[in-house]
């Protein structure tokens, strides 16, 4: 059994197709054919159910199992060559993040500066995804390390916190929070969690919404005047305090979290850990 067709069947079940599976290992679609083919005889039963091919590849139980153990292979092998280079004082390899929206647009950049400069042998791959899927990223191994806003029940994940924060109510100096547009981001969001249990702690029923996805553009449109928002404290210095004014202060304090395995994370998620503690003073 070869590392290169095992690699080749955990490629082919994530990305449900031949040629895509061909594209992301730079193999020709033959040779993925060929790999698949060559594992199915060493195993002696069939990975895939051929009849379903029309609409993507359909993995057997058999298949399933073959996927599980060659997922862990394939890492206990990249975890293995990690401790290989760190013995050698290098760090090697691609590093995994999943990050929620809050921490995508506020935090990431400074990091990723700070720790690509300090380590310019590691890639990084950063993908931005709400809660749920950051934890069932973690729980498949689809990343190495989760940053999420506020806190995740999941078992067997460990969760440190690397900073804080506060919103507050935040709109031009005239407008009135009984009459003024609310800028508000999506549902599901934690910010938006906490803006509306303050809303309605507060009396207040917005006369008017705007539902946004991204933070920027919340301080976007506060900024040119279009309604009133509730803006990390990390923004809310960036307002000029002559025709800006903070409606209510401290409206919900929060946390950002590293989410990492309890058991087996990779070395390279428990260094930017550890690399970042030690240099980053977001």
Same mark, same amino acid.
């Given at each position: 059994?070869?590392?290169?067709?095992?690699?080749?069947?955990?490629?082919?079940?994530?990305?449900?197709?031949?040629?895509?599976?061909?594209?992301?290992?730079?193999?020709?679609?033959?040779?993925?054919?060929?790999?698949?083919?060559?594992?199915?005889?060493?195993?002696?039963?069939?990975?895939?159910?051929? +009849?379903?091919?029309?609409?993507?590849?359909?993995?057997?139980?058999?298949?399933?199992?073959?996927?599980?153990?060659?997922?862990?292979?394939?890492?206990?092998?990249?975890?293995?060559?990690?401790?290989? +280079?760190?013995?050698?004082?290098?760090?090697?390899?691609?590093?995994?993040?999943?990050?929620?929206?809050?921490?995508?647009?506020?935090?990431?950049?400074?990091?990723?500066?700070?720790?690509?400069?300090?380590?310019?042998?590691?890639?990084?791959?950063?993908?931005?995804?709400?809660?749920?899927?950051?934890?069932?990223?973690?729980?498949?191994?689809?990343?190495?390390?989760?940053?999420?806003?506020?806190?995740?029940?999941?078992?067997?994940?460990?969760?440190?916190?690397?900073?804080? +924060?506060?919103?507050?109510?935040?709109?031009?100096?005239?407008?009135?929070?009984?009459?003024?547009?609310?800028?508000?981001?999506?549902?599901?969001?934690?910010?938006?969690?906490?803006?509306?249990?303050?809303?309605?702690?507060?009396?207040?029923?917005?006369?008017?919404?705007?539902?946004?996805?991204?933070?920027?553009?919340?301080?976007?449109?506060?900024?040119?005047?279009?309604?009133?928002?509730?803006?990390?404290?990390?923004?809310?210095?960036?307002?000029?305090?002559?025709?800006?004014?903070?409606?209510?202060?401290?409206?919900?304090?929060?946390?950002?979290?590293?989410?990492?395995?309890?058991?087996?994370?990779?070395?390279?998620?428990?260094?930017?850990?550890?690399?970042?503690?030690?240099?980053?003073?977001?």
């Amino acid at each position: 059994m070869k590392l290169t067709e095992l690699r080749t069947f955990v490629t082919l079940v994530e990305t449900r197709h031949f040629t895509k599976t061909a594209e992301q290992l730079f193999l020709s679609q033959p040779t993925v054919s060929v790999h698949v083919k060559r594992l199915e005889e060493e195993i002696g039963h069939s990975l895939l159910i051929r +009849d379903s091919f029309t609409i993507g590849v359909e993995v057997s139980e058999m298949g399933w199992i073959v996927y599980r153990h060659a997922k862990e292979i394939l890492f206990q092998l990249e975890q293995m060559q990690s401790q290989l +280079d760190e013995s050698e004082g290098v760090f090697r390899g691609t590093l995994r993040i999943g990050a929620t929206h809050t921490i995508h647009e506020m935090l990431l950049d400074d990091m990723i500066h700070l720790f690509s400069s300090a380590h310019p042998e590691v890639s990084l791959d950063i993908q931005l995804m709400n809660h749920d899927q950051v934890a069932a990223a973690l729980r498949h191994r689809d990343i190495d390390l989760g940053m999420i806003e506020g806190e995740l029940t999941l078992d067997g994940v460990k969760q440190i916190v690397f900073a804080k +924060d506060q919103l507050h109510i935040m709109g031009a100096s005239h407008l009135s929070l009984n009459d003024a547009t609310w800028i508000v981001r999506e549902e599901g969001s934690a910010s938006r969690y906490a803006l509306d249990r303050w809303l309605d702690a507060s009396s207040i029923v917005p006369a008017r919404t705007i539902t946004v996805d991204a933070n920027y553009l919340v301080r976007q449109l506060v900024f040119n005047g279009s309604g009133i928002a509730a803006l990390s404290e990390r923004l809310v210095t960036s307002f000029p305090s002559e025709s800006f004014t903070l409606h209510a202060k401290g409206i919900s304090k929060r946390t950002f979290r590293y989410l990492l395995p309890e058991k087996m994370p990779t070395r390279l998620a428990e260094h930017w850990i550890t690399f970042l503690q030690a240099n980053w003073k977001g």
